[in-house]
């Protein structure tokens, strides 16, 4: 999750934080270029090799007891 009041980026793993870096990222732009999910832009490092099981885009920055909602959400 990206949250830009907060100043930085974090990772969900089963509904719980699982690690969060500092992010300088002032603002997410609009652009031309499509939306593309583990693959990396002007690298030759290989894409990512996995599976997502659910990912949603939101307009806003999602508080923990949300993100624990959302993943308690449906039986796994």
Known sequence: MYDQTGG?????????????VPSSVTSI?????????????????PSF?????DFRLYNRSLS????LDLYNENPH
């Open 29 to 45: 732009q609009n652009t031309s270029i499509p939306l593309r999910i583990g693959q990396f832009v002007n690298s030759y490092a």
């Open 8 to 20: 930085r980026i974090s990772i969900y793993i089963n509904g719980l934080e699982d690690n969060y």
């Open 49 to 53: 090799r996995g599976s997502l099981d």
């Open 64 to 67: 923990a007891s949300e993100v």
